[in-house]
């Protein structure tokens, strides 16, 4: 099965800052090497079997890891196996490599395996007045290894995942 990718959505705040990204995967992943930027169609076929619907490089796979460009630092991230009925979570405030994992048969616990981090560094480089460059590391950068500790998800399984502010 082809690997797909999907970017479904951001949403913004009244105020204009983004604040909600969701998306999906499903297909051959573990190997597979990916840039959603490179699937500027939206049909599979024209870009070999990848569909991406926004077009943008916001989400990358490679080598069993995904990792996504948000734009915004997310308070809470949850990716679910709708598969097999896995499901990781994050919330804002836990140490680094600390998510909470939901097993098919719905017991929940600790895991500390750093299967999801989150980047919220505002960039290495870049200034804070008008005309500076940009941040050399972009904000909320978000990275999910599908097979550290307790896997997440193994080829063909379909995956969704959430990121809110």
């Not at 999907?6 to 999906?24: I, Q």
């Not at 997440?152 to 399984?157: P, S």
């Amino acid at each position: 099965m082809a690997l797909t990718t999907t970017f479904v959505a951001n949403k913004t705040a009244p105020n204009g800052v983004m604040s909600f990204a969701s998306g999906y995967i499903k297909g051959t992943y573990t190997a597979a090497t990916v840039t959603s930027a490179t699937a500027a169609s939206t049909t599979a076929a024209a870009t070999g079997g990848i569909a991406n619907r926004d077009a943008v490089d916001n989400m990358v796979i490679a080598s069993g890891t995904m990792t996504i460009t948000l734009g915004f630092v997310p308070k809470y991230f949850k990716i679910v196996n709708v598969t097999d009925g896995l499901m990781k979570e994050k919330f804002d405030g836990m140490a680094a490599a600390d998510h909470i994992h939901t097993a098919i048969d719905g017991t929940r616990g600790l895991l500390t395996d750093s299967a999801i981090l989150i980047n919220a560094a505002e960039g290495s480089s870049g200034s804070s007045g008008g005309g500076g460059t940009a941040p050399a590391s972009p904000l909320g950068v978000v990275t999910v290894v599908f097979a550290t500790g307790t896997a997440i998800c193994t080829d063909n399984d379909t995956v969704v995942w959430v990121a809110e502010a």
